[in-house]
């Protein structure tokens, strides 16, 4: 893919990021934390099957997070639960060629992901299961990620 057609790409998920809100009566709910500063991704899925048939995701969190959550829940929508783990893994892999500000962003909806699968798991023998949590391991800088996107979209502009 192009940097024009990536960058495009990129803020047609801004402006309109896909699959964002809530998800009435889900399958399962998960949570993405990041313990440093109470940033949070909650993914909602309802499964027909063994396949995602609906992803939503909500976002305390900072832009990139709100695009790598409709990138993601557009990537996974539609796939059985084991292509959508592989998915997510790879994406994961590919986290250590990005500034970590961004491979923070992704890792919160990842493990949101991964805990809804929990959830999903954990209700097989106890329908009234808590809703998990994952705590992200890289490090994020908001204010720092907020300036980079201003920097770039000013930058395409000129």
């Given at each position: 893919?192009?940097?024009n057609e990536l960058y495009d790409l990129t803020m047609d998920h801004m402006m309109n990021p896909r699959n964002y809100g809530?998800?009435?009566?889900p399958d399962a709910t998960g949570?993405?934390?990041n313990p440093e500063n109470g940033e949070m991704v909650i993914v909602y899925l309802k499964m027909e099957g063994d396949r995602i048939a609906k992803i939503a995701f909500q976002a305390k969190a900072c832009m990139t997070t709100v695009i790598a959550g409709s990138i993601?829940?557009?990537?996974?929508?539609?796939?059985?639960?084991?292509?959508?783990?592989?998915?997510?893994?790879i994406m994961l892999s590919k986290l250590d060629t990005v500034p970590p500000e961004e491979a923070a962003c992704t890792e919160l909806v990842a493990?949101?992901?991964?805990?809804?699968?929990e959830h999903l798991e954990a209700k097989k023998s106890d329908p009234d299961a808590l809703v998990p949590t994952r705590m992200?391991?890289?490090r994020c800088d908001p204010e720092a990620m907020g300036k980079q996107l201003v920097d770039d979209i000013e930058k395409k502009d000129s």
């Open positions: 893919m192009e940097k809530k998800l009435e009566n949570i993405g934390k993601f829940t557009e990537t996974v929508k539609g796939t059985t639960l084991e292509e959508a783990k592989e998915l997510t893994r493990e949101a992901f991964f805990a809804a699968l992200i391991t890289q």
